[in-house]
């Protein structure tokens, strides 16, 4: 999270901030979370207040390199989530259970209908979930071998009381077992870009993931 | 992580005697039923069924709508539903509230606005006074240079509010959710919702509206949250949603809304694979 300021001897343009997903304003006991759906502009013009900007038209050009004014406005729906919390130790970070809150507002489950029914009710190839502040960002297939997956781990920051003791963990109890026996016993810790290998022949059985806070974990697994 | 998230099904009228199962083949037995409107109008052709579904991480889980043939031993619970200022005379009350038990939120018939915001905790209603208000800027007049795709440009240094007065509300109890809904009926034709869940220590909003020629040329909306939070001048924002902090940002002071979407391209290749659901819906 960013502190921001509004600053009185410098106009109202320049106190707006982007405003990616999530914005709080607290005091010495209560914090006002503001999360979002998609990401607009934020300011604080004036204690107690919390300014979201949905949406502008403006005909004009600003000599800024688009060539036109912003005029193609269309019926528009924005979501947000609004959380009233007592305010956490730590200022810049939000609590635990924002950011889970925010992790599944900005992921929405994927509803498919179908008319055919299907005998398996369900599917789940993740036995356990991951320690309280570690997210699987993506878990894809490499673009030019089908037959090797990467595994992206995002550890964020938490507030002291959401007590996840992840500084290291086990991958394998998190992999079901149709997973594991797809895989070769062998995998590579990767760059986030997939272009460099930082660590090869790592045993999967023995895979301890050790992340710093705000830090990736990238993983390449191959089918055998 | 595991997941319990609210899903809405639409539901034709004609479809009689249904029951939801979950993904081991159990019957569902807590369901809302909420009518479903288009802005004013009741559609009378279908209704909606919601329930929780519960999602393990990295699972897909099927959810079945099917007829029953047998007499059901319960009935699902519709939702209660309440309006305001739907006739051309504004309504009586002043205010009225929808709650949980962790949250009650107060509203103002007049204006459709939340006015009131209590919060429940360690046993005590502590009110925070929240409210929520949609506010214009808009840009310099005469030759001045003005707002555009990147400038902001305001003609004040404070947001005008936006009129609304005695705008139909609709308000949907339930036991499941609650939210209510107020018809803003301008050229914005705004659609507010707020929705309480059962269980749960937020609220959400959802605006839809579209800023249509005319009316809202050379104008920025904005919602205003005011509260009693003794914030001074200091609030914070995120820099991208992921926490991610290596990207160096300089030129963002006037930049409020255009460089967010080059951080998020960066990003746009991470897919959501960590839960989804197959709410099937078999008509039988």
């Known amino acids: ?224 | 992580m595991d997941r319990d998230e609210l899903v809405c099904l639409a539901i034709p009228q004609n479809f009689t005697n249904w029951i939801i199962r979950d993904p081991s083949g159990k019957m569902i037995e807590e369901v809302q039923i909420n009518r479903v409107y288009e802005q004013r109008e009741l559609l009378s052709d279908v209704f909606e069924a919601c329930f929780i579904a519960h999602l393990k991480p990295i699972s897909l889980a099927q959810y079945t709508l099917e007829s029953s043939t047998q007499e059901l031993p319960f009935t699902y619970e519709s939702s209660q539903i309440t309006v305001y200022n739907f006739d051309s005379i504004p309504s009586r009350e002043k205010e009225f509230e929808i709650g949980t038990e962790n949250i009650k939120l107060i509203f103002n018939v007049a204006t459709g606005s939340l006015s009131r915001s209590d919060l429940h905790s360690n046993d005590l209603f502590k009110s925070l006074n929240i409210t929520i208000n949609f506010m214009t800027y808009g840009t310099r007049h005469g030759n001045q240079e003005k707002s555009g795709a990147y400038l902001f440009l305001p003609d004040s240094q404070d947001a005008q509010n936006l009129p609304i007065i005695n705008p139909p509300i609709r308000v949907i109890r339930g036991s499941i959710m609650t939210y209510v809904e107020v018809l803003v009926e301008n050229e914005l034709k705004l659609r507010h919702r707020i929705t309480l869940f059962k269980g749960q220590k937020y609220f959400d909003i959802e605006n839809e509206f579209q800023m249509v020629k005319g009316s809202f040329d050379n104008q920025e909306l904005l919602m205003r949250f005011t509260s009693k939070i003794k914030n001074g001048a200091v609030f914070f924002t995120d820099l991208n949603s992921l926490q991610v902090s290596c990207l160096t940002m300089t030129v963002f002071n006037l930049l409020s809304y255009c460089i967010i979407f080059f951080i998020f391209l960066l990003f746009t290749h991470r897919n959501h694979f960590f839960s989804f659901t197959d709410g099937q819906a078999n008509l039988v």
Not at chain 1, 25 to 53: C, K, M, Y
Not at chain 1, 77 to 82: A, G, L, T, V
Not at chain 1, 92 to 116: A, D, W
Request: proline content about 6%; some cysteine.
């Open chain 1, 1 to 224: 999270m960013v502190k921001r300021t509004w600053y009185d001897k410098i106009p109202l343009q320049g106190n707006v901030y982007p405003l990616p997903s999530l914005g709080y304003i607290e005091d010495r006991w209560t914090r006002l979370s503001i999360l979002s759906a998609q990401p607009l502009g934020a300011t604080s013009s004036h204690p107690g207040n919390f300014d979201v900007f949905l949406d502008r038209r403006l005909l004009q050009d600003d000599n800024r390199g688009v060539g036109q004014g912003i005029t193609d406005n269309r019926r528009t729906r924005e979501r947000f989530r609004i959380f009233v919390e007592q305010r956490p130790t730590e200022s810049l970070k939000p609590s635990n259970q924002v950011q889970k809150s925010l992790l599944r507002l900005l992921n929405p489950v994927h509803q498919m209908q179908s008319i055919i029914p299907s005998n398996q009710g369900e599917l789940n190839e993740m036995p356990t979930s991951l320690p309280c502040d570690v997210h699987l960002v993506n878990f894809r297939t490499n673009l030019v071998s089908f037959n090797e997956f990467h595994l992206f781990l995002h550890r964020f920051a938490s507030s002291c009381e959401a007590q996840c003791k992840t500084q290291s963990f086990k991958l394998l109890p998190h992999l079901s077992s149709n997973l594991i026996n797809a895989l070769q016993p062998s995998v590579s810790s990767m760059s986030l870009s997939l272009l460099d290998e930082i660590k090869s022949n790592l045993s999967l059985h023995d895979l301890s993931v050790e992340m710093d806070t705000v830090d990736f974990s990238v993983y390449a697994l191959r089918l055998k």
